[in-house]
């Protein structure tokens, strides 16, 4: 009890980007409702003190990074992850070594997310419990063990022969090699080296994952039986607690917008924060979505079309049609956009986050993903759940048009709306009381109250 009134201190190391320090925050809000003292760890690269408005009582702490400002445009996901993690070990331990001082040694233990393994050596170090952080699915987690073992075994499979692609992986299915999150992050080499270190480095004791026992009950099953470590599934934490960590300004004035529409008959299209699109999509989308003849409101973030700042690539005619039919903006209060009455559908990246969201609300999904790990969400969205369906990679105008009509018109898009409110009951009742969620993060808790 007395410990308790103390307030042990967990220390959160997010990754630096919106779809991962998103649910680290809300992971961090949930703990601190349940009687923790809360430290981020930040380096240069992450923004979340910027947001720490709205996280009263929490403590942000910055650690050096060797790494320059400009790596970031250089390297690409995968490198730049390996070259921070390399640079971070030894800061990382004196920052701990400065907040044990502080805190009379009593850090209950570090949360880290799976990308910032450089955090296992300094926990190892001090004897300090540590949990894993997981921002994607569950499927994903055991593709890259897939993917580790491979490489393990010297890459036997060769992942672009045409007839191994078809091929499916071992108890996975549906999931084919051409399945596996391989594509859009770099060279393969790189990405298996950090499939390994990710592993190799690992000194957790559990890993907490912000997915949904009912979504993926069998990739976790695996999961658990590849890792041998217990893995609690309590997502999606954007229900137990909101906590908004926006690193980009929201306009809100979209909601006036939509307030104006008719129910259900509006796609929202959102390809999250890091996505890249090329200009000549930017022109199929919105000749698609006009033709569509649906209300359409679309995120187009700045610096999101390759060579631009904004949209002014976009020949005036084509922002006449979009701002008659349609509204953009730079960037949306999504979680309230989904659940607004008069959103149909969404068009999507498939980003881990941007899926749970949209379950949460019942929103079917039209999926165009463009890395690998968002292949696989969509994968599930289209085959396993059955509320959302993908579209060609090459998007043309026709196949926007279709694909649209499809989803907010026409019966398959109906019937895919009923199973999403499903699966959406079902996931409210996972972080209620007894719900699957809820218990994972009572157990977690428990063990970190008496550690
Ligand atoms: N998001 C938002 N406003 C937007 C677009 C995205 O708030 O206009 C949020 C969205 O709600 C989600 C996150 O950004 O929480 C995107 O995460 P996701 O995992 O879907 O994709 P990523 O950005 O990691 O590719």
Known sequence: MEKMEAKRRIVL??????????????????LNLKGFSITVVE?????????????????????????????????????????????????????????????????????YDEYMYFCGAAAKEFKIPSFIFSTSSA???????????????????DMEDPEVQEKLVDNLNPLRYKDLPTSGVGPLDRLFELCREIVNKRTASAVIIN????????????????LGIPVY?????????????????????CIEWLNKQKPRSVIYISLGSIVQMQTKEVLEMAWGLANSNQPFLWVIRPGSITGFEWIESLPEEVSKMVSERGYIVKWAPQIEVLEHPAVGGFWSHCGWNSTLESIVEGVPMICRPFDGEQKLNALSLESIWRIGFQVQSEVERGGVERAVKRLIVEEEGAEMRERALVLKEKLKASVRSGGSSYNALEEIVNYLKTE
């Open 233 to 253: 599934a309590l997502g999606p934490l954007h229900i137990t607690v909101s906590a908004a960590s926006g690193l980009l300004e929201e306009d809100r004035s």
């Open 211 to 226: 997915t949904v026992k009912c979504l993926e009950s069998s990739p976790l099953t695996r999961l658990q039986h590849e």
């Open 139 to 157: 499927i994903n987690q055991v593709s890259r063990c897939v993917l580790s073992k491979l490489s393990a075994e010297k890459f036997l499979v």
């Open 43 to 111: 380096g240069k690269f992450n923004k979340v003190s910027s947001s720490s408005q709205n996280f009263p009582g929490f403590e942000f702490v910055t650690i050096p990074e060797s790494l320059p400002e400009s790596v970031l445009e250089k390297l690409g996901p995968i490198e730049f992850l390996i070259e921070l993690n390399k640079t971070s070990e030894a800061s990382f331990k004196d920052c701990i070594a400065q907040l044990l001082l502080q805190q009379g040694n009593d850090i209950a233990c570090i949360i």
């Open 13 to 30: 190391v997010p990754v630096p980007a919106q779809g991962h320090v998103t649910p680290m925050m809300q992971l961090g809000k949930a």
